[in-house]
């Protein structure tokens, strides 16, 4: 039979199938040896004589997969990042979306705490550099038009809450989804970040698509970005490098750039830019990893 992991909790894993049939059933035990985990959204190729004694035989081809929240074959990815407590950050944001453009996974930008936001302009300067990029940018003022508009992508995809602790993802999953009760955290004054409140991870019906309903924080690092793969995950250097002088431009040193000139111009963020430069440096001074022999 095949089907698809909605749940997995304490070594069980919960397979829907295409008649809405539920599963229990744990792994086999090869999957160790091949170092394969199944994850949440997975599908799953399983036997099973009863609903509660089925073994997953296979794991079938995944277009993506993230490490936190553990879920794969992700279509839609909500950041949400706030604009007060924690304090908007560029950077970070910039982190998240380079992460999601390389797992190929669509990115949404939910922007909270907009009702403790005394600059109204910081918010109309954000949208405007994302939205002039393509991305989609929800942030009103009133809860049901943001549920509303959330709701609206939601259809026939999965998707996955991700951002900075203290963000609000789990008070936002909570107004979506009251019934959830999810735990919520607040700001520790001392660190200026929220704790983790996350456990396990399920995939649940909402607006004709599935959400995670555990908000992940994602990973923040670079682990397997090439510095050749990077200008790649921004989609306004990728419009402008078929004009710059060279074919493999890296958009810093280079004579007749044109990312740098839509930089100059304007065109392209100077925040945009700088954390560019900052990621590539990362990426450039990362340490490689060599796997031990057993």
């Given at each position: ?26 792994g086999r035990g090869n999957f160790r040896k091949r170092k394969l985990t199944p994850l949440v959204g997975d599908w799953v190729e399983f036997e099973s004589s ?148 996350t456990r396990h991870v399920e995939l649940l019906e909402i607006g004709g698509g599935l959400v995670a309903d555990t908000p992940g924080f994602s990973s923040l ?74």
């Amino acid at each position: 039979m095949k089907g698809q992991i909605r749940k997995a909790l304490s070594g069980f894993y919960y397979v829907v199938t295409a008649d809405n049939t539920i599963y229990q059933t744990r792994g086999r035990g090869n999957f160790r040896k091949r170092k394969l985990t199944p994850l949440v959204g997975d599908w799953v190729e399983f036997e099973s004589s009863n609903l509660t004694d089925g073994y997953i035989l296979d794991l079938l081809p995944r277009k993506n997969e993230l490490v936190r929240p553990p879920v794969a074959n992700i279509d839609l990815g909500i950041v949400v990042i706030s604009m007060v407590e924690p304090a908007f950050s560029y950077n970070l944001l910039d982190r998240f979306l380079v992460n999601l453009e390389y797992k190929d996974i669509e990115p949404v930008i939910y922007l909270s705490k907009l009702d403790l936001l005394t600059d109204k302009q910081q918010l109309e300067n954000v949208k405007a550099v994302y939205n002039a990029i393509g991305y989609e940018v929800i942030a009103f003022e009133s809860d049901k038009a943001n549920k509303d508009a959330l709701e609206k992508l939601f259809h026939d995809k999965l998707s996955v809450f991700m951002g900075q602790s203290g963000a609000g993802k789990s008070t936002l999953l909570n107004k979506i989804r009251p019934d959830l009760d999810l735990a919520t955290a607040a700001i520790s004054n001392y660190l200026g970040r929220g704790k983790h409140t996350t456990r396990h991870v399920e995939l649940l019906e909402i607006g004709g698509g599935l959400v995670a309903d555990t908000p992940g924080f994602s990973s923040l690092e670079f682990q397997d970005i090439t510095s050749q793969e990077l200008p790649r995950m921004f989609p306004e250097f990728v419009k402008a490098a078929p004009f710059c002088k060279f074919r493999e431009c890296q958009h810093v040193n280079e004579p007749g750039c044109e990312v740098k000139h839509r930089v100059e111009s304007g065109e392209i963020a100077p925040t945009r830019y700088a954390n560019y430069l900052q990621f590539l440096e990362e990426i450039e001074k990362r340490r490689p990893i060599y796997k031990k022999n057993k």
